[in-house]
């Protein structure tokens, strides 16, 4: 085992005898939503993870090390500090050497999640290629973690705050399955619809489950995204959505908002321009893709 990855006993003893464990991401917390619900809300998606009788793991950086597995005080921390890094893989060597707290973003959760021997990950959404890329070269480096890293992520989709048709591209470029969960068209985080049909689609967790074990078989490494739509109830309007996409990066562009910042700015400002509609969505979708990547953890550790 890496002696720069501290695993959680509960974790580590789930590994060892095959039970089925979940990676939670951090950056989700201590920088895309607000105290306390960000809290609250961790708390309550570890709780979705054993209800399915998965063990969960929320993972972060801190004291100099990769940690599988965060105390209530601890998940209060990174919720609550404000000195807190985004940690993507960039990142991740500066910060442990450094020994500074980070949480981390998609492209790093997964990395150590590997590290840990976790196979199955469920968080909100993640990066990918933002619009614009085309000039700014602004692509996240969650989609070229996703060749590197045999671990299975279930989002919402891609939010739009992205170019969905070039996020798409490119995973078709790296090989990476693209699954929708029970619908023909590919969510868009807010939304279950996006105007891009699926690459692929599975209706349950068995499914899933065997098109994992089968690509890892084959010894292709690398993700596979699993696109789980928003329940229908919580929903946000696409074109609703879409106007304050439009003000939140005439502001970033505006205030000259660059690298690692992109992504956080165009979060919270949608998030303060929806009185919170967004924040309550955001919240039960993640539940949701707990519920369903705990399930699907569930299937493989059968398979
Ligand atoms: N998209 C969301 N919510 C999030 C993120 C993205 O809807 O919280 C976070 C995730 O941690 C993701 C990261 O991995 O932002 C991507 O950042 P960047 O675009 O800088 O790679
Ligand atoms: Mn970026």
Partial sequence: MNALVDIHPEISEALKSGKPVVALESTIISHGMPYPKNV???????????????????IAIMDGKCRVGLSKDELEY????????????????????????GATTVAATMRIASLAGIKIFATGGIGGVHRGAETSMDISADLTEMTETSVAIISAGVKSILDIG??????ETKGIPVITYGQDEFPSFYSRKSGFKSPLRLDDADSVAKLLDTKWKLGMKGSVL???????????????????????????????????????????????????ESLEANIALIKHNAEVGARIAVALSAC
Avoid: C
Wanted: glycine share 4%.
């Fill in 40 to 58: 609250e809300t961790a708390l309550a998606v570890e709780e979705v993870v054993r209800q399915q009788g998965a063990v969960p793991a929320t």
């Fill in 78 to 101: 990174f919720g609550k500090a404000k000195d807190v890094w985004k940690v993507s893989l960039r990142d991740m060597p500066y910060v442990i050497s450094r020994g500074l707290a």
């Fill in 166 to 171: 070039l996020t798409l591209e490119y995973l």
């Fill in 226 to 276: 699993i696109a789980n739509p928003i329940p229908a109830a919580l929903e946000i309007a696409p074109d609703e959505i879409e106007k304050h996409i439009q003000s939140a990066l005439a502001a970033a562009a505006e205030k000259k908002i660059s690298g690692k910042e992109v992504t956080p700015f165009l979060l919270q400002h949608i998030a303060s321009h929806t009185q919170g």
